[in-house]
């Protein structure tokens, strides 16, 4: 039977997933939409194909700089101030996005300032709340759980994404989207909960600047920062180039869409599996069979010629193994390093995600210029993906963190 003290935690957390989910799913679903973006685009005004995949790369690299900074400040002022800067940094990119019409304009809007918003309204600073929310027993499930929704929002947008281009155009679907990451805000009463007493313990022992140093000197955090690499670096090239791929190989725009729904089909349930498993087993050697499941499946999708068969087996998948990491990953950062500071040590772990992810979408574009074909990226991706699943296995989880020994 739950004890007093865990009910006490438990009660919130309820209201506070039902939000996170609502504002994950349309930030990321957004987010995930923009390869629908690449063909119309690049069609209208004539541009090659590395000129939006540049905006795109630096929406990744913008949302990795930004992470850490939203971070701090969710940590240093409230969740609340931060997940308000982001959204609405979010919608006047996605508004301006929508009036530019040059390359350098689409890096500013869709790169710059939508890679911003999305790092004040995305995982970092929201799983934050989710972790200092839960117990620390049913922590790795709930943050499952919040990720799943990211997923959701992948089913949702990318479909949604292809009828509004089609209907209205993508410029008019911009700005819808910028009403809607506004209207989420309307769920941010409900993200105020006490912290867990672990972390109330945490807040007398170290400053942020403290533990900075400790952990960048660190070669648990180290290794974990290196793994995150090769998941930004596929996740944010397929995003952004199969869709395109798809369409070319199959003749079929609808296709390329529905394989990103297909993919945050089977994620909701991986992600799901993932953070339950998360609570039983080693969360190191999860992620070492994730990335090598990730790199096997890679390897067989570039050796067969794309079909649609090939391309619905692919993405479903890979839809099975896409956000799993995350929960596994923030997770270990709080289990390693407690609950205090999680934002700021997720944040920067998640630049290498988005440094990963900004090669990943911009050397999609250069190479496919180059070589007329995607070959050489896949192959790159197979290569960080393999010394991922090596490099979390020296990970020292089974020594007591801050939480652990709470």
């Known amino acids: 039977m739950p004890t007093a003290a865990h009910r006490v935690q438990t009660v919130p957390l309820v209201p506070i997933l039902l939000a996170t989910a609502v504002i994950l799913l349309v930030s990321f679903g957004i987010r995930a939409s923009f390869g629908v973006f690449q063909v119309p685009i690049a069609e209208e005004f004539g541009w090659a194909r590395a000129e939006f ?70 995982f970092g600073v929201l799983l934050a709340v989710v972790g200092r929310a839960a117990s620390p027993e049913n922590r790795s499930m709930a943050l499952g759980i919040a990720t799943a929704a990211g997923s959701a929002g ?14 209205v155009g993508w410029s008019s679907t911009m700005l819808i989207f910028a009403a809607m990451i506004l209207l989420v805000l309307a769920v941010l009463p409900f993200l105020k909960a006490p912290p867990p007493p672990e972390v109330q313990k945490e807040a007398a022992e170290e400053t942020l600047f403290q533990i900075l140093g400790r952990v960048s000197k660190d070669p648990d955090y180290i290794l974990l920062f290196l793994g995150f690499f090769s998941c930004g670096y596929q996740l944010a090239f397929v995003t952004a180039h199969f869709p395109a791929l798809v369409t070319e190989a199959c003749g079929s725009a609808a296709l390329g869409a529905a394989s990103l729904t297909l993919i945050g089909i089977t994620n909701i349930f991986g992600t799901l599996l993932a953070g339950k498993l998360g609570g039983i087993y080693r969360r190191k050697y999860l992620l070492s069979i994730i990335y090598a499941l990730r790199t096997v499946v890679a390897i067989g999708f570039i050796m067969l010629p794309p079909t649609p068969l090939t391309v619905v087996v692919f993405s479903l998948s ?32 998640f630049l290498s995600h988005q440094l990963g992810g900004f090669l990943g979408v911009y050397l999609g574009g250069e190479l496919y210029d180059l070589y007329g074909s995607y070959d050489v990226v896949w192959w790159i991706g197979i290569g960080v993906g393999a010394f991922s699943a090596v490099a979390h296995l020296p990970i020292r989880e089974g020594r007591p963190g801050q939480v652990a020994a709470a």
């Open 53 to 122: 995949s540049l905006a795109i790369a630096v929406q990744n690299l913008a949302w990795g700089i930004g992470q850490p900074l939203f971070g701090m400040i969710a940590d240093r002022f409230g969740d609340r101030k931060a997940i308000v800067g982001g959204a609405a940094v979010y919608a006047v990119g996605l508004a301006m996005a929508a009036a530019a019409t040059t390359p350098l304009g689409q890096v500013m809007t869709s790169g710059v300032m939508v890679g911003l918003g999305v790092a004040g309204t995305g």
């Open 154 to 167: 992948q089913v949702l947008l990318p479909p949604v994404t292809e009828y509004l281009e089609r209907s």
């Open 318 to 349: 890979m839809g099975a193994l896409w956000l799993a990491t995350v929960p596994l990953t923030s997770g270990l950062i709080g289990y390693l390093y407690g609950m205090k500071y999680m934002g700021t040590l997720y944040g920067f772990v």
